[in-house]
């Protein structure tokens, strides 16, 4: 696509469920990472792919946290248990190569209630 | 660590007029890339202008420049001839060999008619 895609745009879900986001990055964009912003605040960096491997997922905030790429295009952030502190938006972005201009997504805003 | 610090929460202009907002960092690497984002409500993080570390030039883009002062360590967005459309929140943003784009907290901008 002409841009970084991310469904759904809006989620809203209860306490204790399971969720999954998706991302499908700018095609041929080797490098995907995901990001999350509290309201009022600056993204957070959760994880960056380089292919289908997570290069670094150091900014996973626990082990509810977790994200693939198997064919090294389409992303998905899964996150089990969600709490209400998960409540933020989720954004995903791409870049040709690492180190290149980055391009993000417009991001899932997930609400948990 | 790397660290990216916006100390204006917010900022307003008039219309037609100059605004600079200000930006400092900090990183070990002596090859980072610098850059800026707007994100208005829409949510989605619009690249402004980007500075590659090694360059001495500061990077112009139309109505956007910056004030790169390496030895300082900041980074500052000028916005000459205000529109109302530059209304948004604007983030500075460090890249480098961790592979993360760390993002300052954010500047909410608002022009006034």
């Known amino acids: 696509g002409a841009g970084v895609s991310q469904t759904p745009s809006n989620k809203v879900t209860e306490k204790g469920k399971y969720v999954e986001l998706r991302c499908d990055p700018i095609?041929?964009?080797?490098?995907l990472y995901w990001y999350r912003q509290s309201l009022g605040q600056g993204p957070e960096f959760l994880i960056y792919f380089q292919g289908t491997g997570a290069a670094d997922d150091s900014g996973l905030p626990n082990d509810r946290f977790f994200a693939v790429r198997p064919e090294g295009s389409v992303s998905t952030l899964k996150i089990q248990r969600t709490e209400r502190g998960d409540s933020a938006v989720y954004l995903c972005a791409s870049s040709l190569l690492s180190g290149n201009t980055i391009y993000f997504g417009e991001g899932s805003w997930l609400t948990v209630v | 660590a790397q660290t990216v610090t916006q100390s204006q929460p917010e900022m307003s202009v008039q219309e037609a007029e100059t605004v600079t907002l200000s930006c400092t960092y900090d990183t070990s690497e002596s090859n980072y890339y610098l850059f800026w984002y707007k994100q208005p409500p829409s949510r989605q993080m619009i690249l402004v202008i980007r500075q590659e570390a090694y360059k001495q030039q500061n990077a112009t883009e139309n109505r956007f420049s910056v004030n790169f002062q390496k030895a300082a360590k900041s980074f500052s967005l000028k916005i000459s001839d205000s529109q109302l459309g530059d209304t948004a929140m604007y983030f500075c943003a460090l890249w480098d060999s961790s592979y993360k784009l760390i993002f300052g907290s954010g500047t909410r901008l608002l022009v006034r008619p």
């Open positions: 095609s041929g964009h080797t490098a």
